[in-house]
């Protein structure tokens, strides 16, 4: 849903997402073979907080089983 100030079309905020990302807290990073969580298969934009490691990563899909993790900087 595409969020307005008020009623001039010029005035735009943004989309509002409908469903958030999932968020997964573990002490590990994870594996290329992790294409699916508690919750089901993982989403593109789902996150990954490793708190051993205090690294943060993001989920970008997956081929063949393989899962696409980048680590992001803080």
Known sequence: MVERLNNDPLNYLGVRERTPPSTTVLA???????????????????????????????FFGSAAGVADWRQISL
Do not use: M, Q
Request: hydrophobic fraction near 35%; proline fraction near 6%.
């Open 28 to 58: 590990r990073k994870p594996d290329i073979d992790e294409t699916s969580g508690i919750n089901g298969p993982f989403a593109v934009g789902d996150v990954w907080l490793d708190t051993f490691n205090g690294n943060y990563f993001i």
